[in-house]
């Protein structure tokens, strides 16, 4: 059974544009919902996370919105970059745990 | 940047090899994990290991086995290679107590024929 589920599987976006992907989950258990960036060629790379203490978070141009009643939580990347072209994973987790669970990754294309 | 590396990159091989992925990091962490990583396909935990001569099967079930005899090496082997296996393998490490932070190497393919 799938721990968290992610949307959508790829998504285009012009330079500039906002991309948002979403996550959710039901394990009320969890406390730490990270997000990784991962590169072809390249392991995934913790890139934000957020405890569902706090309803957002921000790290330069990327965002996390936590919305604990929902279970859910998104990442939007603002002003995007054709660098940012990259595969996004959520993941989520609980304290003491051996693992973290993964999403099945969102390919993100920006165009120049 | 992180400090954790995997040999080989990449490994074509033929069926009923015997086949060792390495994995070593040196940053002194405790946990080290291997994940099994398809298109399309969520990152699976496989194995995972607490420490010297710690070593614990993960989610997913694997024919692959474990082992860690010192702190940095966490080596996964598969005795008799399938089709099966092909995938990418993702060993990651962390420091004990750090909750969700993990440290990917840049994987090994593995292509069986």
């Known amino acids: 059974q799938q721990q968290v589920k992610q949307s959508p599987q790829s998504l285009i976006v012009q330079k500039g544009g906002i991309p948002i992907i979403n996550c959710a989950y039901e394990n009320t258990a969890f406390d730490y919902f990270p997000w990784y960036q991962q590169f072809p060629g390249k392991g995934p790379a913790l890139l934000i996370a957020?405890?569902?203490?706090?309803s957002e978070k921000k790290e330069g141009r990327f965002t996390i919105s936590f919305n604990k009643s929902a279970k859910q939580f998104s990442l939007h990347i603002m002003d995007s970059q054709p660098g940012d072209s990259a595969t996004y994973f959520c993941?989520?987790?609980?304290?003491?745990?051996?693992?973290?669970?993964f999403g099945t990754g969102t390919r993100l294309t920006v165009i120049p | 940047e992180a400090d954790i590396y995997q040999t080989p990159r990449y490994l074509v091989i033929g069926t009923g090899k015997k086949i060792t992925l390495e994995c070593s990091q040196t940053m002194g962490h405790d946990k080290m994990y291997w994940y099994q990583q398809d298109p399309g396909m969520e990152l699976h935990l496989i194995h995972y290991?607490?420490?010297?001569?710690?070593?614990e099967k993960g989610d997913l079930s694997s024919e692959s086995t474990v082992s860690r005899i010192r702190t940095e090496h966490f080596p996964l082997t598969l005795e008799s290679a399938r089709p099966s296996h092909t995938s990418q393998y993702l060993c990651?490490?962390?420091?004990?107590?750090?909750?969700?932070?993990?440290?990917f190497g840049e994987g090994s393919r593995l292509t069986v024929l």
């Open positions: 990651a490490s962390r420091r004990q107590g750090n909750t969700g932070e993990l440290f």
């Open positions: 957020i405890r569902p203490d706090v």
């Open positions: 290991s607490y420490g010297v001569n710690s070593t």
């Open positions: 993941a989520a987790s609980m304290t003491g745990a051996n693992n973290l669970f």
